[in-house]
């Protein structure tokens, strides 16, 4: 996927939740963040305009995946697929004791609010020190996506925002990874 020349559409946009790992060839990463805390693991992967989040505790996995790429990935595992487009929530349960929510927000803006959007953005992300990747599409258009996480005793909370200046594509992400094993 090569998303710095290709046009993307908001109808494109896929939220897949799966409960096991996916390998980082299938993907272009461009930047990435690693948890290891007490008993659990979680790894987060940027790309042009996707995320990918992986969270492992004891024998139970749950990973998140939002892109615009329409290639096929792996059926193995996949727990859900919805379209990005508006709002979603969606909550699931891998084993006894690992459980995962996510929220997912896109807009449409006209190019001052997405101008206006990607700066405040950007500047939030250098000052949480978020990892990013910037790239700038077909038409010259400043892009970027981001990934902010918090670290607790027993969850990740991750939000993402993926910013497109060609049709002023805002997407953001909520999503907690919890385990509840004491």
Same mark, same amino acid.
């Given at each position: 996927m090569n998303s710095a020349t290709k046009t993307i559409s908001l109808q494109a946009y896929r939220l897949l939740v799966y409960k096991r790992a996916l390998h980082p060839e299938l993907f272009p990463i461009k930047n990435r963040t690693t948890i290891a805390y007490g008993d659990y693991q979680f790894e987060g992967w940027i790309m042009p305009g996707a995320h990918l989040m992986r969270f492992v505790h004891e024998d139970a996995c749950a990973t998140e995946l939002i892109t615009a790429d329409e290639s096929t990935f792996p059926e193995r595992g996949l727990v859900i697929e919805l379209p990005c487009a508006g709002e979603r929530d969606h909550e699931e349960s891998f084993g006894d004791h690992l459980k995962y929510v996510s929220t997912v927000q896109t807009e449409q803006l006209p190019e001052s609010l997405y101008r206006d959007t990607y700066n405040e953005l950007t500047e939030f992300a250098e000052e949480t020190s978020a990892i990013t990747h910037a790239w700038q599409d077909e038409d010259g258009g400043r892009c970027a996506s981001i990934l902010d996480v918090q670290r607790f005793r027993r969850e990740v909370h991750a939000q993402t925002y993926?910013? @497109?200046? #060609?049709?002023? @594509?805002?997407?953001?992400? #909520?999503a907690i990874f919890e385990h509840t094993t004491p």
């Amino acid at each position: 996927m090569n998303s710095a020349t290709k046009t993307i559409s908001l109808q494109a946009y896929r939220l897949l939740v799966y409960k096991r790992a996916l390998h980082p060839e299938l993907f272009p990463i461009k930047n990435r963040t690693t948890i290891a805390y007490g008993d659990y693991q979680f790894e987060g992967w940027i790309m042009p305009g996707a995320h990918l989040m992986r969270f492992v505790h004891e024998d139970a996995c749950a990973t998140e995946l939002i892109t615009a790429d329409e290639s096929t990935f792996p059926e193995r595992g996949l727990v859900i697929e919805l379209p990005c487009a508006g709002e979603r929530d969606h909550e699931e349960s891998f084993g006894d004791h690992l459980k995962y929510v996510s929220t997912v927000q896109t807009e449409q803006l006209p190019e001052s609010l997405y101008r206006d959007t990607y700066n405040e953005l950007t500047e939030f992300a250098e000052e949480t020190s978020a990892i990013t990747h910037a790239w700038q599409d077909e038409d010259g258009g400043r892009c970027a996506s981001i990934l902010d996480v918090q670290r607790f005793r027993r969850e990740v909370h991750a939000q993402t925002y993926h910013l @497109i200046a #060609q049709g002023g @594509i805002v997407l953001r992400t #909520q999503a907690i990874f919890e385990h509840t094993t004491p």
